[in-house]
């Protein structure tokens, strides 16, 4: 009678060990930012009834108003989830758009969600730029002798 190898126990023990402590780093991170949606509220808000001051009262100042129309205030929520160490991505997101018209009052309320949330990647290679392409060392060391080249030197008139 042989005895059982114990390696397969020892092996099986090692490989449970390194997944527990391989995910004992993953923890997902929930977090809220902006407006606090209360959906009741924001349902409240009725085009022709409601002005100004109504909704302010009912929603709170706005997370900002338009850049070139102050007659439209934005509500904004956004919800974030990422697993430590990695980048976040938008969960859910509300944006409530609330018009008024000259005199004060609401004209609409449109509210729009995560569909409107683009992932935009810059380059990672270079920065495009207008001009001449130029190296690291001309970037450094490019204007040296450049300042007062053109005679007189000082900024003063030339004598």
């Known amino acids: 009678m042989t005895k059982p190898s114990a390696l397969p126990r020892l ?27 209360d959906e009741e509220l924001i349902a409240s808000v009725q085009p022709g009834v409601d002005n100004k001051d109504s909704v302010s009262r009912a929603l709170g100042r706005p997370t900002l108003t338009g850049q070139w129309d102050e ?11 990422q697993y430590a160490f990695l980048k976040s991505k938008p969960s859910d997101q509300t944006v409530l ?8 009052t609401v004209t609409s309320a449109e509210k729009r969600g995560l569909e ?11 920065t495009p730029t207008l001009g001449r392409e130029t190296g690291i060392i001309e ?12 005679g007189g030197g ?5 004598q």
């Not at 007659?71 to 989830?81: A, D, E, L, Q």
């Not at 060391?141 to 450049?146: A, E, K, Y």
């Not at 000082?154 to 030339?158: A, E, I, K, L």
């Open 116 to 126: 409107k949330v683009a992932d935009i990647v810059p380059d990672r290679n270079k």
């Open 139 to 150: 970037d450094l060391f490019g204007n040296i002798g450049q300042v007062g080249a053109m």
């Open 11 to 37: 092996l099986a023990a090692a490989a449970l060990g390194a997944a527990l402590l391989a995910t004992a780093g993953c923890t997902r991170i929930r977090d809220n930012q902006g407006y606090l949606v």
């Open 97 to 104: 758009m609330v018009r008024f018209g000259p005199d004060g």
């Open 154 to 158: 000082g900024g003063g008139p030339p």
């Open 71 to 81: 007659n439209v205030w934005y509500y904004i929520s956004r919800g974030t989830k």
